[in-house]
T-cell receptor
Framework: DTAVSQTPKYLVTQMGNDKSIKCEQN?????MYWYKQDSKKFLKIMFSYNNKELIINETVPNRFSPKSPDKAHLNLHINSLELGDSAVYFC????????????FGQGTRLTVV | GQQLNQSPQSMFIQEGEDVSMNCTSS?????WLWYKQDPGEGPVLLIA?????ELTSNGRLTAQFGITRKDSFLNISASIPSDVGIYFC??????????FGRGTSLIVHP
């Protein structure tokens, strides 16, 4: 029944590893995002996809690569993880590009050691 | 880019007190949203505002879209312990992409 679900909820990994976070929404929305929340709780948009197409790519290192196999899924792959990548990553969706209301997943707490 | 100033940064209140927080923007917004984030969870949408001057309530919560379209306010009346959390404002202009404030952390003492 969860509208926006992401896995895993917790991810602890070593520097240099590659990891993925998966996100799925069952709201029938066209647009999905990835946000990063830092230790001070600031929410910053990273990427936005609309109908599987990338429409926003904020200043994010190339090590971060989103992938949308269909409009209900938006995954985030991170290569060569660094300590500074430690944060909570939120997936969110909204109905379409003309609608602002975003619905968030529970978050993935990534800890790089 | 758009800048959102949210204040206060944190609030410590007694149960039963009313709470007010606000956000101001450097640019005009078409939509204002207010979210609440509980520990270990994602932000949950509380109220959405679409017109300047609009006043909308959700239970004990009331939010207003400022007349200048550059600010918004959230009030919580008769606070209870479960109101604890971080409250975020978010606004968007023509892009419809929400920009978030830095949050107001609310602690309610029983």
């Amino acid at each position: 029944d969860t509208a926006v679900s992401q896995t895993p909820k917790y991810l602890v990994t070593q520097m240099g590893n590659d990891k993925s976070i998966k996100c799925e929404q069952n709201l029938g929305h066209d647009t999905m995002y990835w946000y990063k929340q830092d230790s001070k709780k600031f929410l910053k948009i990273m990427f936005s996809y609309n109908n599987k197409e990338l429409i926003i790519n904020e200043t994010v290192p190339n090590r971060f690569s989103p992938k949308s196999p269909d409009k209900a899924h938006l995954n985030l792959h991170i290569n060569s993880l660094e300590l500074g990548d430690s944060a909570v990553y939120f997936c969110a969706s909204r109905r379409d590009t003309l609608n602002t209301e975003a619905f968030f997943g529970q978050g993935t707490r990534l800890t790089v050691v | 880019g758009q800048q959102l100033n949210q204040s206060p940064q944190s609030m410590f209140i007694q149960e039963g007190e009313d709470v007010s927080m606000n956000c101001t923007s450097s640019s005009i917004f078409n939509t204002w949203l207010w979210y609440k984030q509980d520990p270990g969870e994602g932000p949950v949408l509380l109220i959405a505002l679409y017109k300047a001057g609009e006043l909308t309530s959700n239970g004990r919560l009331t939010a207003q879209f400022g007349i200048t379209r550059k600010d918004s306010f959230l009030n919580i009346s008769a606070s209870i312990p479960s109101d604890v959390g971080i409250y975020f404002c978010a606004g968007s202009g023509g892009s419809y992409i929400p920009t978030f404030g830095r949050g107001t952390s609310l602690i309610v003492h029983p």
